[in-house]
């Protein structure tokens, strides 16, 4: 028992020159102490590859021993988070990487928990694993990182076939609206791949997540929404607005209106062309953007005719700036 106790004490200190030694001389690494722990266990929660290695090496372990709260060494290193040492224990066959704890969580569990996102990714390479099993509150490994805000881990979770993109038991949002709420464009890239994510799904009575997308000025997401052909950018709100319109009612959010323009498929009245051009141009004299007199000269309409004779402070800094751009360039 001396020696065994001995064992477990050099692993958790790091001394791999004293587990060698003590296994030498017979200190069995299947002995478990009063907490069910074995050597292995106690490697894998410092998470120190070659002690892993080392014991896993000895015929007389057992790499999957369950300690007195059904924790299997596996559950432990996905908890710790060393991904070396994750997948040197996924390519030893002996190890079942999909067994339940006590309170019925697998590995892949424990990962999204800890938000361990490289041992995520490594757990989901291997075919065995099922990243849809639930425990019993009901909950799979991508509603757990979900619900905890773990993003990185919610990212690469979706990026597998295996993961239905859907969330629930949860009062947040889908993971569609919650990535463009957020501004998060790789998550909305990758979910836009889904064929079971539906990008028109609306928000209450917001309209779409490109109507969202618009509003929050974020006008790279709006690009990318965009570029799928199933986003109609002529969908109104509850309010009868596009997310054009929605664009234009703000300076801040000005630029989002370049990649509705660029796209094509937006058909402005006049009214509406002008609140448009109107607003980008307010923007671009806060940000000292060099306009040109043909901008949009596909609407016919010219800065000076969107300003009027209404906004005369406006007027009066757009034309000093057409002026600059015409100088600039060496028109007349």
């Not at 410092?46 to 892993?52: A, C, K, Q």
């Not at 919610?154 to 009062?171: A, F, G, H, Y």
């Amino acid at each position: 028992r001396l020696l065994n106790q001995s064992l477990q004490n050099a692993c958790l200190d790091g001394n791999l020159e004293k587990v060698r030694e003590l296994l030498e001389q017979g200190a069995d690494p299947s002995w478990q102490n009063t907490y069910g722990w074995t050597a292995l266990h106690r490697a894998a929660m410092i998470g120190n590859l070659e002690m892993v290695q080392l014991i896993l090496a000895d015929e007389r372990v057992d790499p999957n021993a369950q300690d007195s709260f059904g924790f299997t060494p596996f559950h432990r290193v996905c908890q710790q988070g060393n991904p070396e040492v994750v997948t040197k224990l996924l390519n030893d066959s002996r190890i079942n990487p999909c067994r339940c704890n006590d309170e019925g969580w697998t590995p892949l569990h424990y990962a999204c928990q800890q938000d361990r996102t490289q041992v995520v990714e490594a757990l989901l390479c291997d075919e065995r694993i099922n990243p849809s099993a639930e425990i019993p509150k009901g909950l799979n490994a991508l509603e757990i990182a979900y619900q905890r805000g773990y993003t990185d881990s919610v990212r690469v979770l979706l990026r597998s076939t295996k993961v239905p993109p859907i969330i629930r038991n949860c009062e947040s949002e889908p993971p569609f609206h919650a990535a463009c709420l957020a501004g998060d464009e790789e998550t909305v890239a990758v979910l836009l791949k889904d064929s079971r994510v539906d990008p028109n799904e609306p928000k209450d009575n917001c309209g779409n997540m490109l109507h969202v997308a618009a509003w929050n000025g974020f006008s790279k997401l709006v690009e990318l929404l965009l570029e799928d052909q199933r986003i109609d950018p002529k969908e109104r709100n509850e309010d009868d607005e596009t997310a054009i319109l929605l664009a234009a009612q703000n300076a801040h959010t000005a630029d989002t209106i370049i990649p509705f323009l660029i796209d094509g498929r937006i058909e402005l009245t006049e009214e509406e062309a002008a609140q448009c051009l109107q607003t980008y141009l307010n923007r671009s004299l806060l940000d000292g953007i060099d306009l040109g007199i043909e901008l949009y000269k596909n609407t016919g309409f010219t800065p000076e005719q969107m300003l009027g004779d209404e906004y005369p402070n406006e007027r009066a800094g757009i034309e000093q700036k057409i002026v600059a751009s015409r100088k600039k360039s060496g028109r007349k």
